[in-house]
């Protein structure tokens, strides 16, 4: 996507300029990409959003949606890698704090949990007073931080119907500690659930930022097979009339 024009970007994703709605702010969100397999050999899963959404309709995306309020407060018995942390805070809007960084990462767990009935974490007591997370104490899982990995950010471009600035963590398969039986989520959002290959993967109907993080994380892979939190994370947003690529 990197130098991509806004027409361009609009052309890619069906997008009419006669579409385009009054200036609405990005909201919080994000997505947890999971990983299975080894070098050479991986695997990740994806789901198609449902034709009843209003933005990317009948798409394949990640597991992930808004930061709700509550998603800060949620206990864990562990942290963020600092690495992660800090990367959460560098141009975070408003005002950065290590509540607004460990919301971010809990909501990537609990929306994977909603849309694909996976839980991540580590087995253990759990209680939580907030219900949405009532399914993690009744399946004994506890969610965990410290292995989460950021791999991108990505602010959707003005005139959208929706706009999001969506923060991509990824985990492996090692730490999802329990599955709903019926192999997708409660909240019936994405549908044909799949364990896909990078290249099986780009053949399907995607998002043209999706594409482009599917080619980020492959290349990670390829190069740093642990993604070392240390590594730079890229940061695609629109300026001007072009898709801009940064790193953070």
């Known amino acids: 996507m990197e130098n991509m024009t806004r027409a361009q970007i609009d052309k890619a994703t069906h997008f009419s300029a006669s579409d385009k709605p009054a200036y609405i702010r990005p909201k ?12 050479g050999q ?8 449902h034709m009843r959404h209003k933005f990317m309709p009948g798409l394949f995306v990640f597991p992930g949606g808004r930061v709700d309020k509550t998603d800060g407060s949620v206990p864990t018995p562990d942290a963020l890698h600092p690495e992660i942390e800090n990367k959460l805070l560098c141009k975070m809007k408003g005002r950065p704090t ?20 996976l839980f991540v974490g580590c087995k253990g007591k759990f209680a939580s007073k907030y219900d949405d997370w009532a399914a993690f104490s009744d399946k004994g899982v506890t969610p965990q931080l410290q292995n989460l990995r950021l791999v991108a950010r990505a602010i959707t ?29 409660p909240s019936g959002e994405l549908e044909d659930l799949h364990w896909l290959s990078f290249d099986a993967a780009r ?3 995607l998002p043209s930022i999706t594409k482009t993080i599917i080619d980020e994380l492959q290349t990670r892979l390829d190069e740093d097979p642990h993604l070392s939190p240390e590594s730079s994370v890229p940061f695609y947003y629109l300026r001007g009339d072009k898709f801009q690529r940064d790193l953070i």
Not at 165 to 179: G, K, L, P, Q, V
């Open 203 to 205: 053949k399907l109907e």
């Open 28 to 39: 919080e969100a994000a997505t947890l990409i999971l990983i299975d397999g080894k070098p």
């Open 42 to 49: 991986y695997s990740i899963v994806m789901g198609r959003r």
């Open 157 to 185: 471009p003005p005139g959208r119907p929706r706009r999001f600035d969506t923060w991509f963590f990824a985990a492996f398969t090692s730490e999802i500690s329990a599955r709903l039986p019926e192999g997708t989520g």
């Open 98 to 117: 290590s509540r607004r960084a460990r919301a971010l990462a809990l909501a990537a767990i609990r929306e994977t949990y909603e849309e694909a009935g």
